[in-house]
């Protein structure tokens, strides 16, 4: 499987506190994207690193990506009470015959605590 | 725009009965996907279509059929439902076939 791998499970946090997740895969990537799924809701982006970048912000958001690790993180800095959700790193790998597939990790539950 | 829409949101089926689960997307992406999401298993990948007239299995295409309709609709069915199906199905799609995925907002499929 070349599903990735979040770490941590879950993470609880105060409000104002910063928050990272760490996502490992197993394969050669195009990019690595992370989404974020509230409850009972479908996902949605939040932001995409391609293979030849390293780091990459967006508000409070910020990525990094180590490819000769396969490894990526994502910080959320001075979180709120609203970020409380899950997590999903997903990996964009060529399946062959310029085929792409979306692979997701199995997700960080985040609590934030008002 | 609506984006992605999937329907229905909420089904339950009868072990051993079929049922079509309908996705179509309305921002002319070329490439859409049917995930599956179940307690601490994250999301995985059932079938994609990479673009018109194509598809392709992925990591448990077991006990679904899929069809892309047209540029706008990938469907996802279900010939004999069997129990170990009960999850939550989400449609996607992404303009080619290395940009972000919208996702609708998933159907919730029980089977008795």
């Known amino acids: 499987s070349q599903q990735g791998e979040e770490d941590p499970q879950a993470l609880s946090i105060q409000e104002g506190e910063n928050a990272t997740m760490n996502c490992s895969y197993k394969t050669s990537i195009n990019n690595l994207q992370w989404y974020r799924q509230n409850s009972g809701r479908g996902l949605v982006h939040l932001i995409l690193?391609?293979?030849?970048?390293r780091e990459k912000h967006s508000g409070r958001l910020r990525v990094t990506l180590d490819t000769s690790k396969k490894s990526s993180s994502l910080l959320i800095t001075a979180s709120r009470a609203a970020d409380t959700a899950s997590y999903f790193c997903?990996?964009?790998?060529?399946?062959?015959?310029?085929?792409?597939?979306?692979?997701f990790g199995k997700g960080t539950k985040l609590s934030v605590i008002p | 725009n609506a984006g992605v829409t999937q329907t229905p949101k909420f089904q339950v089926l009868k072990t051993g009965q079929s049922m079509t689960l309908q996705c179509a997307q309305d921002m002319n992406h070329n490439s859409m996907y049917w995930y599956r999401q179940d307690p601490g298993m994250g999301l995985r990948l059932i079938y994609y279509?990479?673009?018109?007239?194509?598809?392709d299995k992925g990591e448990v295409p077991n006990g679904y059929n899929v069809s892309r309709l047209n540029k706008r609709e990938f469907s996802l069915r279900l010939e004999s439902a069997a129990p170990s199906q009960t999850s939550v199905y989400f449609c996607?799609?992404?303009?080619?076939?290395?940009?972000?995925?919208?996702f609708g907002q998933g159907t919730r499929l029980t089977v008795v």
């Open positions: 690193i391609r293979s030849n970048e």
């Open positions: 997903a990996t964009l790998w060529d399946s062959g015959a310029g085929s792409y597939q979306l692979t």
């Open positions: 279509s990479a673009s018109e007239g194509t598809t």
């Open positions: 996607a799609s992404t303009l080619t076939g290395v940009s972000e995925a919208f």
